[in-house]
């Protein structure tokens, strides 16, 4: 699925992946390909990614919001 981290300033990840961990207001939750469309307000912790490659990268996000819809995760951080 494509991964897509956006904060005001610049464009953190673009790229493939095949998980997304995310710090969710209500605790962590993970994205995996084919996943429901969803829309969820994102708190302050560390994101988590598996690129195609299966390498891990995590980036620090101070809140958000993510949006999950056919197979495209589009991240909007601060």
């Given amino acids: 699925m494509k ?6 300033e610049q464009t953190l990840y673009s790229g493939e992946v095949s998980l997304v961990q995310l710090p969710g207001i ?3 939750f993970e994205i995996l390909n084919d996943h429901a ?12 990614i598996q690129d195609a490659q299966k390498q891990l990268q995590y980036f620090d996000i101070k809140g958000g919001v993510v949006e999950v819809l056919h197979n495209k995760v589009l991240l909007l951080a601060e």
């Fill in 3 to 8: 991964l897509e981290i956006i904060t005001p």
């Fill in 26 to 28: 209500d605790g962590s």
């Fill in 37 to 48: 469309p969803l829309i969820s307000v994102l708190a302050s912790g560390k994101v988590k």
